[in-house]
């Protein structure tokens, strides 16, 4: 890449010819120096000579440590004192940078597969079409792919980041920065209303550059429910519904006969409002706050597509002729204008039928309501039903055109969003259920010591209650504050089940599940407030208990659990009556955080291949519900590898995982980014589901006992440093900015479940991102190293078979190749260059070299482990998309690096400025922006 010229904010390097190419990366690069270009004008024009001059000459030698011409100590002085009136802007301007060259390289990935297409290349990975052609050529029978495909699901369940709760103005800035970029890159010079490309962008950026990034008050958890809602009318509206006919018809066309998907496979879901665990700030009224939004927007969205529909089928009955059922539907309408519009007279129909809906089961009144006296719909599908009469009539008389487009999609949404729009999870913890249903059973007399009780009597205590209809609470009942809290949340839960529908709260996740205890305790508490009966016949349960298993002994026990769950003939039926179908969730934060990376993905292995034994023996449908962040530390990386990574049997046509962090931005901003990966997480699931990728043959045994050896180790190297070096805790604060996502009020939940020092106590969030922003990446790699060195020299075999044996399993073996990716995508976005810098903040200079040395030593350790299994001198050698992002971008970070570390010095020797707690956050949310899944 060529030196740009002074007085610029252009990306400057040497020069590199990618994996694709330098040609090929050349329009990104382009792009990326306009939006660059005008973003230093920006800064100039605003804030002046001496902090556009700051801000270039951090970047020129930012550049400059890149290419080995200085040493890294000198730019971390030129940082050294800076006036915090002069730190911000220049925080502001590498962050701002960051979130344009994302736009830039979203857009260059687009461009890219277009050319592919327009080249007649087959389809790439990930694709639906590339599905497809797999599919066809493994000619699968109808019978197969019916039962594989029964209740097939697919559910992002979007979660909340501290990280990533930009202003709405800032969102919006950055889709309108997207879409010039998408005609510029066009060849167009001028938007469709004749205005000038380059000054709209200037516009846009200058917006960005005067709006504040962040909220000066602390965030709260209504803050993170408006937020997720937004991807919703920005892209989520007009993609799903697409997806989901597409796919439908993709595989109807395939197999006929087999009545495919006849519920929408794709249904999005939510963890923001209902995740309680370790979260005080989570109460009845934020669940009702939650659920009640998110209904408004889809019933708004509905009303407003209904408004639209009036204003198209404008057909007449004296050119076209139209159903029975159409004629019926639109006499319903009290109204005697539109005699000769029989179709709008129908949408006014359904449209005051809405409107009645809207007002019966909303707080406040959306838009596009219109009274006429007509019933409210009591459910999604009479409104589906009366949408399915306008269609029938249009293709009777040769109008599917006209049926095909708003109509349908309107169907879709309908049919996917109902009245609830996306299904809010709940939350809490075993220990909280325990000890509230031991303060109910005393209340009412049934025991009063129960958490004294063994196992086996709780059961049976539990399982007795569960079989009778009689209440333990009373209308006198004096319950703690806890219980109190509690109950009054899962009565929201039900309200919220009764206005909205069984959809808008389907599942009940029960965090550190370690006995069947654990999952009656949960039931009692939804027996209790009407969501759970189970003394009659037909037990009544809407909303599915999920065990949740998070650390690695729960993953090795959680098979035990589960069958001993579905050995209670009561809770048998439970499962009976919902379909025998079980959901399960697997958690990768804590088991990360308890045994390491290697050692975390392997016990989930290892629990899924259990899990799925004892459903297949016990004749029900497991469904797996992954509790992946953004991060790779926390289970993050790309979603269609890592669904193709899971063993045989484990998606079986369903699954559900959290979206969590930087990457939602990443995946559903806009329409164009949510089509590509929501069609990825459907394709992957479709051939996991119908398709044999394990890749180990019939016999994968030995490739497993090679696993339990090396994720033994690894957990072994994991702790050693973890959990056995005396002051590692003292270290992680120091060196770290853990502490200051605690007091600067990052979030709205607590970074400890407990007020402890325990990093067992710590959430995955807090964990994963400190170790980020030190650029260690610790949770993304820490002990992998040592267990491939260790496993190499200890066998029997010649070190070179062992090595032999671990290249042949990541030649064959998706999961295996899939730890390694991910793992290089943090390895090559870590720098112990800049962690040294982070590690001078910890006073103590033994406990420094001690810990960063081993540290160090292992990242050395791991990069050449990872050379001679893979084969490859190159980290990134599978993913130059990431190679081209990291070269580009990475450093731009450096200035945010020196800055952060300056602030944190300043403000644990007590400077209290606001400023400077201030310019720590924008840092944060800097660093997390630029390196996406690593925040």
């Known amino acids: 890449m060529a030196e740009a010229s002074e007085g610029t904010l252009e990306p400057i390097g040497g020069v590199q010819r990618t994996l694709v190419g330098r040609e090929a990366t050349e329009p990104m690069r382009a792009d990326i120096r306009m939006l660059g270009s005008i973003l230093g004008d920006t800064v100039r024009e605003q804030n002046g000579d001496a902090v556009f001059d700051l801000v270039e000459r951090a970047r020129v030698e930012s550049f400059r440590v890149r290419r080995s011409e200085i040493d890294r100590a000198e730019i971390s002085h030129m940082f050294d004192g800076i006036d915090i ?74 979660t909340a980041h501290p990280t990533e709760i930009r202003r709405r103005t800032v969102f919006v800035a950055q889709h309108r920065i997207t879409e010039l970029m998408r005609l510029h890159a066009q060849g167009h010079r001028e938007t469709a209303d004749g205005r000038s490309i380059e000054r709209e962008l200037r516009r846009q950026v200058l917006t960005l550059w005067q709006t504040a990034l962040n909220r000066v008050s602390r965030l709260q958890i209504t803050d993170e429910i408006d937020v997720g809602l937004r991807y919703y009318p920005a892209a989520l509206f007009e993609v799903i519904p697409q997806v989901n006919a597409g796919v439908r018809d993709a595989l109807r066309a395939r197999w006929p006969d087999a009545d495919l998907l006849a519920e929408p496979i794709l249904q999005p879901g939510s963890w923001i409002g209902g995740d309680r665990d370790g979260n005080p700030n989570v109460t009845a ?46 006499r319903s309408c009290p109204e005697q204008a539109r005699a000769d519009e029989p179709y709008r007279r129908a949408l006014r129909v359904i449209r005051a039928r809405l409107s009645a809906t809207a007002t019966d089961i909303l707080d406040a009144p959306p838009q596009y309501l219109l009274d006429l006296g007509l019933d409210a719909y009591r459910t999604p599908a009479e409104l589906r039903a009366d949408l399915d009469v306008i269609d029938r009539s249009l293709r009777s008389h040769g109008s599917a055109l006209l049926a095909d487009d708003r109509l349908r999609i309107l169907r879709e949404s309908v049919h996917v969003f109902g009245f609830h729009l996306s299904g809010l999870d709940m939350r809490q913890n075993s220990d909280v259920h325990e000890e509230v249903v031991a303060e109910l059973l005393a209340w009412a007399g049934v025991h009063d010591d129960y958490r004294c009780l063994p196992e086996d009597e709780r059961v049976r205590l539990l399982v007795g209650e569960l079989s009778t209809r009689r209440p333990l609470l009373s209308d006198r009942a004096q319950l703690s504050e806890l219980a109190h809290r509690e109950l009054s949340v899962v009565e929201a839960a039900a309200d919220a089940v009764k206005r909205y529908g069984p959809a808008a709260v389907p599942n009940y996740v029960i965090s550190m599940c370690q006995s069947v205890s654990d999952v009656l305790e949960a039931a009692i508490l939804l027996k209790e407030t009407g969501l759970l009966d189970v003394s009659g016949p037909q037990p009544y349960c809407p909303v599915g208990i999920s065990p949740l298993f998070e650390t690695i002994d729960d993953l090795h026990n959680g098979a035990t659990i589960l069958q001993a769950m579905l050995e209670q003939p009561l809770y048998r039926a439970v499962v009976a009556a919902r379909g025998d179908s079980q959901e399960v969730m697997l958690g990768y934060s804590d088991s990360n955080k308890d045994g390491g990376y290697l050692t975390a993905n392997w016990a989930v292995y290892r629990a899924e291949l259990a899990l799925v034994d004892v459903a297949r023996k016990n004749r029900i449908r497991l469904r797996l519900f992954h509790g992946r962040g953004g991060t790779v530390g926390r289970g993050g990386g790309p979603s269609y590898q890592a669904i193709l990574a899971q063993p045989p049997g484990a998606v079986n046509g369903a699954l559900r995982l959290t979206e969590q962090g930087e990457v939602i931005a990443a995946k559903y901003a806009e329409p164009q980014l949510a089509q590509r990966n929501l069609e990825s997480l459907v394709a992957a699931t479709l051939e996991s589901t119908l398709l044999d990728v394990e890749g180990l043959g019939d016999d994968p045994e030995p490739a497993y006992a090679v696993l339990d050896e090396i994720a033994a180790l690894a957990r072994q190297a994991y702790s050693e440093l973890v959990h056995d070096t005396p002051g590692f805790v003292d270290y992680f604060k120091a060196s770290t900015p853990v502490s200051e996502i605690g007091s600067l009020n990052i979030g709205s939940r607590p970074t400890s479940r407990k007020p402890t020092e325990s990093i067992a106590d710590l959430r995955a969030i807090p964990w994963v991102l400190a170790w980020s922003q030190s650029r260690v990446m610790l949770p993304g790699w820490y002990g992998t190293g040592s267990a491939f060195q260790r496993w190499i020299g200890a066998g029997p075999e010649s070190e070179d078979v062992r090595v032999e044996i671990l290249h042949d399993l990541y030649q064959r073996w998706p999961f295996f190749r899939s730890v390694l990716s991910n793992m290089a995508q943090v390895l090559a976005k870590s720098d112990l260059g800049l962690a040294a810098r982070y590690a001078e903040l910890v006073d103590d200079e033994a406990l420094r070299r001690k810990v960063f040395d081993k540290i160090a030593d292992e990242h050395q350790r791991t990069i050449a482990m990872h050379k001679l299994i893979t084969g490859h001198d190159d980290l990134l050698a599978d993913n130059p998309a990431l190679a081209i992002s990291v070269f580009n971008r990475f450093p731009y970070l450096e200035p945010l690096n020196h800055l952060q570390v300056e602030l944190l010095r300043r403000y644990r020797s007590g400077d209290d400025d606001e400023m400077v707690k201030r310019g720590i956050l924008l840092t944060m949310n800097g660093l997390a922006s630029a390196l996406r899944n690593s925040g």
């Open 85 to 158: 009136r002069m730190a911000i802007p220049t925080i502001r301007a590498f962050s701002h940078f960051a979130l344009l060259a994302n736009v830039a390289e979203d857009i260059h990935r687009a461009r890219r597969r277009k050319i592919h297409i327009d080249a007649g290349e087959p389809p790439q990975d990930s694709s639906l079409a590339a599905t497809y052609a797999k599919l066809d050529s493994a000619q699968l029978d109808s019978a197969t792919v019916a039962e594989a495909l029964h209740g097939a699901l697919v559910s992002p369940v979007i």
């Open 285 to 330: 009224a934020v669940v009702r706050r939650a659920t009640g939004s998110a209904a408004y927007t889809a019933l708004a969205h509905h009303l407003s597509e209904l408004t639209e529909l009036e204003q198209e089928l404008s057909m007449s009955p004296r050119l076209v002729a139209v159903s029975p059922e159409l004629t019926a539907l639109e």
